[in-house]
């Protein structure tokens, strides 16, 4: 039997859910949770050690660091992928509403753009300061944005890294998992606190602080989801928030003596 509109039931488009959050930030989550207990079962505090989010895959090999660095980036991307096909099949022609229908397209550039700029600037910077309160109290691990070797591709492959953190967490826990809720059944309260709870779940392996931190994000990018009916703005402003931390630590690690690193 059919949902509203010929869409699959609800029993279907839950199991599509889970499905595709095992194999993306649900797994991820797990993943986190995991690696927060091992730190915490260590000795010392938090702040002792680091989560390196960028690392070298063959340090002395350059060109080959290069392509482990475009595979890790390309495949992390399939799930946006399968997204985009579920989306397509939500009618029985084949012909569903695709990404467009989470506002993820290019028919506003200069609005998104500008959007998520202003919401960069308010989040980056006041994640920046909640970062390092959280691990000068010991809440929060060392965050080391990268350690890519010093070569001519380092920038290119941050900036890429740093979409490809956009697209696949917004798309995903923004406006597929919102999306999925609501036709399943789901408040919008509910569907709110699972979206912020999943956000600020796989940033655990950062600490209490990057939990907390990314949760409190989440709240905010749902209500601006909402409130704008596209996630393109919310893809910018992430992106941004990435590019400037992970090119600005880059350029600045060990320059400057606010700036922790590993």
């Known amino acids: ?71 890790g ?51 980056g910077g006041t994640g920046l300061l909640l970062y390092l309160g959280a691990r000068a109290v010991g809440g929060n691990l060392t965050v080391v944005p990268e350690n890519l070797p010093d070569v001519w591709w380092k920038i290119p492959v941050l900036v890429l890294s740093a979409l490809q953190n956009a697209v696949l967490e917004e798309v995903i826990v923004l406006g597929y998992l919102l999306r999925r809720l609501g036709q399943t059944g789901w408040t919008p309260a509910a569907a709110l606190l699972a979206s912020a709870l999943l956000r600020g779940s796989y940033h655990l392996y950062q600490g209490i602080g990057g939990f907390l931190g990314n949760a409190a994000m989440g709240v905010i990018f749902v209500w601006l989801y909402r409130r704008w009916g596209r996630v393109m703005p919310l893809v910018a402003a992430h992106a941004l928030i990435d590019i400037v931390a992970f090119v600005g630590y880059a350029l600045l690690a060990g320059r400057v003596d606010w700036l922790p690193t590993a």
């Open 1 to 71: 039997m059919l949902g509203p509109a010929g869409a699959p039931p609800a029993r279907v488009l839950r199991n599509e859910l889970l499905i595709v959050l095992a194999l993306s930030l649900g797994a991820s989550a797990v993943a986190s949770l995991i690696r927060f207990t091992g730190v915490l079962t260590r000795p010392g505090g938090l702040s002792d050690y680091a989560a390196t989010l960028n690392s070298s895959r063959a340090p002395d090999r350059p060109w080959l660091d290069l392509a482990w660095q475009l595979f």
């Open 73 to 123: 980036i390309a495949t992390a991307l399939v799930p946006v992928v399968l997204v985009a096909h579920l989306l397509l099949r939500e009618r029985p022609d084949g012909r569903g509403p695709g990404l467009p229908a989470l506002g993820f397209d290019l028919r506003r550039p200069g609005s998104d753009l500008a959007r998520g700029a202003l919401v960069a600037a308010v989040i």
